[in-house]
């Protein structure tokens, strides 16, 4: 089993030429403040491992945090508004990053359940179907919903995408947080 909480941050890296391959990685990526950050300090049960801002687009270099001396949590800067940086660094760096990573295991897609999808995610859905990039969408903030609203937006999601693997998360909820830790470990070679 995977000790989750055997957790450090080891480097940013600017590209894929800065990255880190001798683990296997699960990358989060998302809308600027959707909670990779939040969420990664869940997973690893300590609130202060990756920084969290409320303002968006904080994140702007990929952040590698190794997990068990086994694979790497790859905090990924926020696509979408952001107040500092320009939109198409993301773009390279993103680019860079997926471009023949042998490493990577998984995407985990965070997607604010209380929002629409927008053109962003829908751009971002396409390059991972468009690329064959194994991807698990995650719903954040799901506490705020009730089992009605959670309904809803899976219902709008299947609308607009084809199939996806999915969850429900919040960092107010151990279960959610278990569930995917478990869905994580499924995607490790």
């Known amino acids: 089993m995977v000790n989750f909480r055997k957790c450090k941050f080891i480097k940013s890296a600017t590209s894929k030429d800065d990255s880190l391959f001798d ?9 600027s403040n959707v909670g990779k950050s939040t969420l990664i300090n869940s997973l690893v049960d300590n609130k202060g ?9 904080q994140t ?7 997990i068990d001396d086994s694979f790497y949590l790859v905090d990924a800067p926020g696509y979408g508004y952001r107040k500092t940086g320009k939109k198409d660094d993301f773009d390279k760096m ?25 053109q962003e995610d829908l751009d ?15 719903f954040t903030k799901a506490d705020k919903l009730n089992q009605s609203e959670k309904a809803r937006t899976l219902k709008m999601a299947k609308n607009q995408l084809s199939e996806f693997e999915h969850c429900f998360v919040s ?19």
């Not at 960092?171 to 070679?189: M, N, P, T």
């Open 23 to 31: 683990y296997d990685h699960i990358v989060l990526v998302g809308r």
């Open 94 to 118: 993103m680019d860079s990053y997926f471009s023949s990573n042998e490493r990577l295991q998984l995407v985990l897609w965070l997607i604010d359940s209380r929002r629409e999808l927008s």
């Open 60 to 66: 702007k270099l990929l952040n590698y945090f190794l």
């Open 171 to 189: 960092s107010f909820d151990a279960r959610s947080i278990a569930s995917l830790k478990e869905k994580i470990i499924v995607h490790l070679k």
């Open 124 to 138: 971002f859905y396409d390059f991972l179907e468009d690329n064959h990039i194994p991807s698990l969408v995650c």
């Open 49 to 57: 491992m990756a920084f969290v801002s409320k303002r968006p687009g």
